[in-house]
């Protein structure tokens, strides 16, 4: 039919719903089967370590390597500085120095200061003694945990006066408990029983350095 100079064509029916269908169909399937790709499963979630230890804080071994210096005396394992902690010697240190700051000293350069320089010389003194040598993260490890009778020292400190008889009995009591322990764990670790002496005097001079700093 024209109608001035137009023409119309005749409309075939259009049926929405099943063009709809059939357009919905491919994009729906895209969809739910990229979502269920990427949507991670529980599974995925229990397989993996908890917080702490990715960061290398394990509280077990935390503890039993502070029970340890507690009680220098007991027995203890070959394999206790296999797993390289630092978290218990950072937060001593971070003791020692707010005890010092409680006391009115501010002497956190001097703490870190002095904890590094030891810790690299006895790298170096235990590397050059020891056959299997040992890594840095030991030695730090085992000097920071160690240090903990300094603690107790400097908080000793904060309630009674140690510049007398009493007191540096208390430094030497404090010294000695200190480079046992940890010339125990160095000599254990590195198998160097016959060396003892050897390795426990210049651990004994970082820890009276670290006495020194506590009490004056």
């Known amino acids: 039919m024209t109608s001035q100079g137009m023409e119309f064509f005749p409309n075939t029916y259009y049926d929405g719903s099943a063009s709809n269908n059939d357009m919905s169909q491919p994009y729906g399937g895209q969809i739910s089967g990229s ?54 010697p950072i937060f001593f240190d971070l003791v ?31 590397n050059l003694m020891s056959e299997n040598g040992i890594d840095m993260y030991r030695v730090i490890s085992v000097l920071g945990y160690c240090l903990l009778p300094i603690v107790f020292l400097s908080f000793v400190s904060l309630l009674i006066n140690i510049n007398g008889l009493f007191g540096y009995i208390l430094i030497f009591v404090a010294i000695f408990w200190s480079t046992y322990s940890a010339s125990k764990m160095f000599v254990k670790t590195l198998t160097m029983i016959d060396q003892r002496i050897l390795v426990a005097y210049p651990v004994g001079l970082l820890y009276t350095g670290f006495a020194l700093i506590t009490a004056f």
């Open 35 to 88: 979502m269920n790709r990427g949507t991670p499963s529980v599974d995925s979630f229990d397989d993996e370590l908890p917080l702490l230890e990715e960061l290398g804080i394990n509280f077990d071994h935390i503890k039993k390597k502070t029970l340890s210096v507690l009680n220098p005396f007991k027995k203890i394992d070959s394999h206790i500085m296999d797993d390289t902690d630092l978290g218990g």
């Open 96 to 126: 020692l120095g707010f005890s010092s700051l409680m006391s009115g000293k501010v002497q956190f350069g001097y703490i870190y200061g002095l904890g590094l320089i030891g810790c690299l010389s006895m790298y170096v003194v235990l």
